[in-house]
């Protein structure tokens, strides 16, 4: 059993999968985090000119914001109806597999479990693959990836 476990969340329904599978790796004392990263620089590409304007990239990244704060309440409460305990929880920003990488080494956890969307090919190349990133250069510490149910 695992005590210290980091999920990243993402508002998927395989996000849930690898919290659930996170929930039956975590030791009776272990402490499950979840965090939810907006990719500041993904949404500023999206943007393109538009980026140049500061209200609307304020408002571009609020709403960014808003919506990793409701993957997190959604992954929270699941985690309280299924477990009953309350898992610790933050909003984090930058691009998420560098940040993923760094809080799990930083926070000392002992397994990231995680989920995967299942892109192959053309698709993972051009958008890449943040479960690829953190298999790549997390060292050390276990990645118990999750695939999407068929």
């Known amino acids: 059993m695992y005590q210290n476990v980091l999920v990243p969340v993402d508002g998927s329904d395989v996000c849930l999968a690898a919290v659930s599978s996170a929930l039956k790796a975590t030791g009776p004392d272990g402490r499950l985090t979840l965090i939810a990263v907006v990719d500041t620089v993904s949404q500023l590409m999206r943007m393109g ?4 304007n500061p209200q609307v ?9 808003q919506t990793a704060a409701d993957d997190i309440a959604a992954a ?3 985690v309280a109806e299924v ?5 610790h929880a933050e909003v984090l920003e ?17 397994l990231v479990a995680m989920g995967t969307h299942g ?6 190349t051009i958008m890449g693959s943040v479960a690829e990133h953190v298999v790549r ?4 510490i276990p990645v118990l990836l999750i695939h999407p149910a068929e």
């Open 76 to 78: 929270t409460a699941y």
């Open 83 to 87: 477990d009953g305990t309350v898992a």
């Open 49 to 52: 000119s538009a980026a140049a």
């Open 119 to 124: 892109r192959s090919g053309l698709r993972r």
């Open 57 to 65: 990239t304020e408002s571009v990244m609020a709403a960014a914001r």
């Open 94 to 110: 930058g691009r998420p597999g560098d940040v993923i990488v760094e809080y799990a080494i930083a926070g000392g956890y002992d």
């Open 137 to 140: 250069h997390l060292i050390g």
